[in-house]
DNA sequence: AATGAATGAGCCTTCATTCAT
DNA sequence: CATGAATGAAGGCTCATTCAT
């Protein structure tokens, strides 16, 4: 809240912008410091490097994600099912401008091939935790079924969501996103 | 076939090799002429800029990507719901790689942003006469269905390929893949 | 008049445009054979570098200019005064055009400042040449003033044609060549 | 005045050497760097092109190249006539060089042919000044001439001094310069 | 904290020329 | 004669980072 976290704050919001809309390695600390109005020097008081702040623009992308996300889903309160359809409708409203650049994590993900660099690891633990928190609404939903169909489940409509992202970003349409939509219901109603 | 066109193709597979591991923007002219071991105005003798390769690149690998997967899926003759579950196993055969990078047309879709460049229209493209290639199957095998429950269909089967795609990708696992096959069988089943 | 010469005056007119509207220095080799729709390769066939088509270009534009100045200047028979004056008339045809480059040699010279190179050789030839040309008219209109006198109003013409030269290229107006023009008539009617 | 400032001077004096010396074009960054013995980048860090850096050329050469002339003349108190031919003995004192590289104005004049481009402002511009500064000189020479006369006299005086300087190029001799000088005296007297 | 000058490797591309066909 | 692939130095410029102030 105070001046300090204000100016780091810039710097990350600025370039968070920036790396979605333009990709990772073709925006440059240059035009970082010029969109937030500082000085070269002042962007590495922040950050010892790009990388650093690349890793906080994904942990912090995701956190607002996930919590937009959890916000938007807290009017159908206790009903996972309806939650996981609403997923999409989430998804789809993130989709309707007319440059949908996808999810920010996938795109990174075809920026840096090298498994084990902390890119990556931000990536796959994210990931991990949205395919997971989809099983937690699908064990909601059917706690009587077996683990493997849950799993199934879960899964199928973990792929489904990733898969209407990518074919979004793909098209600039939301019609994916219906037919994943769709999909899940059937999944859930069987 | 002569001398010619090799030393052209050999440019294509060295940076194709390079684009796909690395990244498009990453890989730089340098490291291409080195790794084909030609001389700098060389590239320029067969491409007259970066993009043009990289657009050989997408269209060439593409048509391989597509000669290959059908020569696959020859064996399954003309039952075209084996050939769509067997999209899966061809998927995973690539996956399995420890470092699977995932497909290069999304890859590439992460990393050019404007909608309107030749990039951007050929992954489009490539991705539309995929959702085609798995609508004729679907066609073939329900030829009763109503056009919007093939519609849906497909969709699905097409969302679920990419889905396995980006998530193989990010956990560098086949493990997805085969979620995605089990969901097509029902998709086809039902 | 055969096809070979045909196709070696092809590439000096071709680039001799080119070198006069863009520079010399800044046409390229590649821009000349794309315009003279010719091979790399066979530009080197008929010259054995780039200098000796500009020497070529000099050579044969103040063989062309020369000839044509004189046709003009044929009408006015054996006045020398008239055709003094006449000189910045045909003068101001030529820089009549909306972007006039003025002198070719004078451009050659801003571009080439080794005095012992053989474009320096030549533009001195040619300039030596013009204001010999100008000398020999005064001696004719004024057969019985001193040779120093001749020398003064001669050496003067000669200035102020080149000064008329490069200040309409500066502003790209014909009003410079009027007002040596006057001032011609003013030195010859002394 | 200060160490920042140096450097940025250091680096268009340098520039400045080199770019009169040996045309525009031919001048290469890397020269100028290695001439100013600074890194690439730094170069980059005080000029945002080699334009910029040309069109400071242009603008401090002017101001300097009018300031030593106006210094020069000075001596010559309130005698227009007197100013007027000391203009063309200021010029010979620049010209006794043996490589003698005429006016750095019309040399990046037969550079840059695009007329809107900014340096053919800064060209055009500066010699509306020096036509105008002479002009001021005729008039104050000849107050009772009519408009049209001192217009005519001023305009000769100046192609007089372009054709002096560019022959003085040509030649390698300050011999057309006093050629010139005679000439404006014959001009002033009349 | 904040500044912006300095770095030099690197970016993509063009240069004039050669040479085997 | 004509071709166009090959060369590698050079073109102008940007990169992420450091550091003295």
């Known amino acids: 809240?105070?001046?300090?976290?204000?100016?780091?704050?810039?710097i990350i919001e600025v370039a968070s912008k920036l790396f979605f809309e333009q990709?990772?390695?073709v925006t440059g600390i240059k035009q970082i410091i010029e969109a937030a109005d500082i000085a070269k020097g002042t962007f590495y008081c922040h950050f010892k490097s790009k990388e650093e702040l690349g890793l906080e623009?994904?942990?912090r992308g995701s956190e607002k994600w996930i919590?937009?996300?959890n916000a938007y889903l807290e009017q159908f309160g206790d009903e996972p099912a309806r939650k996981l359809v609403a997923l999409f409708d989430y998804q789809a409203k993130?989709?309707?401008?007319?440059?949908?650049?996808g999810c920010a994590m996938l795109n990174m993900l075809a920026e840096s091939p090298d498994l084990g660099c902390p890119m990556r690891q931000a990536i796959r633990g994210y990931k991990k935790d949205f395919l997971a928190f989809i099983r937690s609404l699908v064990d909601q939903h059917l706690p009587n079924a077996s683990?493997?169909?849950?799993?199934q489940r879960a899964g199928a409509i973990?792929?489904?969501?990733?898969g209407a992202t990518v074919a979004a970003q793909s098209f600039c349409?939301?019609?994916?996103?219906?037919?994943?939509?769709?999909?899940?219901?059937?999944?859930?109603?069987?």
């Open 57 to 59: 623009w994904l942990r």
């Open 1 to 10: 809240m105070t001046e300090k976290t204000n100016r780091k704050n810039q």
């Open 23 to 25: 990709g990772y390695h």
């Open 94 to 101: 993130g989709a309707a401008a007319c440059s949908y650049r």
């Open 173 to 190: 349409k939301t019609g994916p996103i219906e037919i994943a939509k769709k999909q899940v219901e059937k999944i859930l109603a069987e």
């Open 147 to 151: 683990d493997a169909d849950r799993e």
């Open 158 to 162: 973990y792929l489904l969501s990733e």
């Open 67 to 69: 919590a937009c996300r």
